[in-house]
């Protein structure tokens, strides 16, 4: 299956906690693979037929982070 590449912009974020979160987050999303995780951002790459930006946003959203956006790297 073809992959995407995204950087995510994340609100919220300020310690080595909040990465670990994000990571782990992300982490549960079949069909991502978590590339690397800083605060206040996060490189992933992932099947597009399985996963979406919206399905990345409520991930994060249920560990108390808000994305501000999602953007497809080239």
Known sequence: ???????IHIEGMSCR???AAVEGALAQLDGLQVETVGIGEARVRYEA?????????EALADEGYAVRSVERVA
Not at 1 to 7: A, L
């Open 1 to 7: 299956m073809p992959t995407v590449t995204s950087d």
């Open 17 to 19: 906690h909040c990465v």
């Open 49 to 57: 037929q399985r996963v979406s930006a919206g399905s990345i946003t």
